[in-house]
């Protein structure tokens, strides 16, 4: 096979990019009297969530977002989580409002999701923001495929007529990156755990998303990728220790045209794009 050595996809770039402009869109909202404000609610203690949290409230005021910040112990009643929610609802001074996944087994997480007002629904995950997006008329769209489709407008990767394959089938990742790519005009295919001779979809594809998380079950080898083929690595897994991603990533990288590293490629996205979606449903209040 040719040695390409692929361009490195870098997140915590663009990220940091589109940032610096959503300082300049906030400065503007202040001077109408709105100050961006993001509400974050965590459930329980898991260390996961955890750092995840605390990543998005210090991403949040490190550009001018307010953050109020609701922390829980997981024996929280559904009741009273709704209670706060419908609260945040009507506070005019709160903009966004994020519920940290996963929530405990015993909250049903679709009622409580959908109980969050789909106009500060900065996750995208209500059934409303989800229909909209089929429709292509939603601003708040989840923010690790709105997360992809920057990086694939800011490294000018060609969507229109593109083969993509993606592996995930989550309404996190997959569904809803499925329905931007289509309106971009790309070819899409979904693949799962049940999917039959992924190496036949994967060898075919020009872009592949993979976001499976568990290197026991599957990693993205060199023999599934064509030659200048687009690898966007959403995984996140532990390995002696070291975070990695889904792909096997110093092999895949000699064979494709443009692949993102774990860390620092879609997971400092998918925090700016919340930051988006937050100044986004901000501008409603704007005068």
Do not use: W
Not at 22 to 27: A, G
Not at 116 to 123: A, F, H, L, S, T
Not at 179 to 186: A, D, G, I, Q
């Amino acid at each position: 096979m040719d040695i390409l050595t692929a361009k490195i996809i870098d997140g915590l770039a663009v990220s940091n990019h589109i940032k610096n402009s959503l300082k300049n869109e906030i400065s503007g909202l202040v001077t109408q009297g709105v100050i961006p404000c993001l509400a974050t609610i965590l459930i329980g203690s898991d260390p996961p969530s955890l750092v995840y949290i605390n990543n998005k409230q210090k991403a949040a005021n490190s550009i001018g977002i307010r953050t109020l910040d609701y922390r829980f112990d997981a024996d929280i009643s559904q009741t009273e989580l709704i209670r706060l929610i419908e609260k945040l609802n009507l506070d005019s001074t709160v903009h966004g409002i994020l519920i940290q996944l996963p929530l405990p087994d015993h909250l049903d997480k679709y009622h409580v999701i959908n109980m969050v007002d789909p106009k500060k629904d900065v996750d995208g995950l209500t059934f409303i923001n989800s229909g909209l997006l089929l429709n292509n008329k939603t601003n708040l769209i989840p923010c690790t495929p709105l997360g992809i489709m920057e990086l694939f407008r800011f490294y000018e990767i060609q969507l229109d007529g593109a083969n993509v394959l993606i592996v995930n089938r989550s309404n996190l990742v997959g569904k809803p990156l499925a329905s931007l790519l289509l309106s971009k005009n790309s070819t899409v295919t979904i693949s799962h755990s049940h999917t039959k001779n992924l190496k036949f979809f994967s060898q075919n594809a020009d872009i592949i998303v993979t976001a499976v998380g568990n290197r026991d079950s599957f990693v993205l080898t060199v023999d599934m990728v064509k030659n200048g083929a687009t690898i966007i690595d959403v995984g996140t897994n532990r390995v002696d220790g070291k975070l990695c991603g889904d792909v096997d990533f110093e092999k895949v990288k000699e064979k494709a045209k443009y692949i993102t590293p774990v860390p620092g490629g879609v997971g400092p996205m998918t925090i700016c794009m919340l930051l988006r979606n937050t100044v986004e449903a901000s501008k409603v209040y704007a005068k």
